[in-house]
């Protein structure tokens, strides 16, 4: 049973249809499917495959890998209230694009894929100052902020990630909350996040969620 319920849900993924996902969801709930499997055995299980997918032809698989994402976001938030036991946040993470960048499609991709990883993640938008990067992860209590750039300026430039890291060290936050960055320029030069001196970066949503999950446990309490 299952495995028709994976095919199906695949599919209707795959023809970026939101409502037929969402109904192959409650059906599955409906037939005896636990939340806890929802989420393990085919939420998280698609966007991975469709991560694989993407890197074979990334403009052509765009809408599919927002699409899971989104449906995985919306899947998440539901089947947490109806876990058996409640489910273990695995840590907190503000998240937003740097200052100057409006680009907001790859950072609602990786809000989708950290909820569906149990980590909790406040969205503080676009275009984020890195005061209140700061600000917001000290009130929400973040172990990690997560920093979005899409372009060239944006990632290196002196009011996002450098400026983040100099008001942690100022603030006396250093090593109680790291930084990790994401974008199309950390995709083409590897070496970037250490440049602008955050502690990590990831390529897409699944690998941040992991990469994330190891950040938050190096964290002194
Ligand atoms: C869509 C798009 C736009 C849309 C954005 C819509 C939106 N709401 O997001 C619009 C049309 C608004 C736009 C505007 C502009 N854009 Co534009 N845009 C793009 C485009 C085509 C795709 C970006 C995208 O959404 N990719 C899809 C997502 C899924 O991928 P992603 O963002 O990389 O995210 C993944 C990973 O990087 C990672 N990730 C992303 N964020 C994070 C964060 C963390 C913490 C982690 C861990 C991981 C992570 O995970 C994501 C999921 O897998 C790129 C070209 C490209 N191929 O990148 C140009 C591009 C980024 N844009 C560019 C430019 C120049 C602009 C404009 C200046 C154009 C103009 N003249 O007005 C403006 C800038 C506006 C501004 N101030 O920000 C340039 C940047 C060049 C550079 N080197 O600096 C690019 C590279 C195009 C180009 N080749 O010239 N753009």
Redesign the pocket.
């Known amino acids: 049973m299952l495995e028709q319920i994976i095919k199906s849900y695949n599919e209707a993924i795959f023809d970026t249809d939101r409502e037929q996902a969402l109904h192959v969801i409650h059906s599955a709930i409906t037939q005896g499917v636990s939340p806890e499997d929802v989420i393990f055995k085919i939420v998280i299980p698609a966007i991975e495959q469709m991560?694989k997918s993407?890197s074979e032809d990334?403009?052509a698989n765009?809408a599919q890998?927002?699409m899971t994402?989104q449906i995985a976001a919306e899947v998440t938030e539901e089947m947490l209230a109806h876990f058996s036991k409640p489910p273990q946040v695995i840590g907190r993470v503000v998240?937003g694009?740097a200052e100057?960048?409006?680009?907001?499609?790859?950072?609602r991709?990786?809000m989708g894929?950290l909820k569906a990883q149990m980590i909790e993640v406040t969205d503080l938008g676009?275009?984020v100052p890195a005061e209140r990067f700061v600000a917001e992860a000290v009130a929400h209590g973040a172990r990690v902020i997560?920093?979005?750039?899409?372009?060239?300026?944006?990632?290196r430039g002196e009011n996002g990630c450098l400026r983040v890291r100099q008001l942690l060290q100022e603030r006396g936050l250093e090593g109680k909350i790291k930084i990790?960055?994401?974008?199309?320029?950390?995709?083409f030069d590897h070496e970037l996040y250490r440049t602008v001196q955050a502690d990590?970066?990831?390529?897409?949503?699944i690998?941040?969620g992991k990469?994330?999950t190891d950040l938050i446990r190096e964290v002194q309490p």
């Open positions: 991560v993407i990334f403009d765009l890998h927002f994402a998240i694009t100057g960048d409006l680009h907001s499609l790859g950072k991709i990786v894929c676009v275009n997560g920093i979005s750039a899409m372009m060239a300026h944006t990632a990790i960055v994401g974008g199309a320029p950390f995709r990590a970066w990831a390529e897409d949503g690998s941040a990469i994330i």
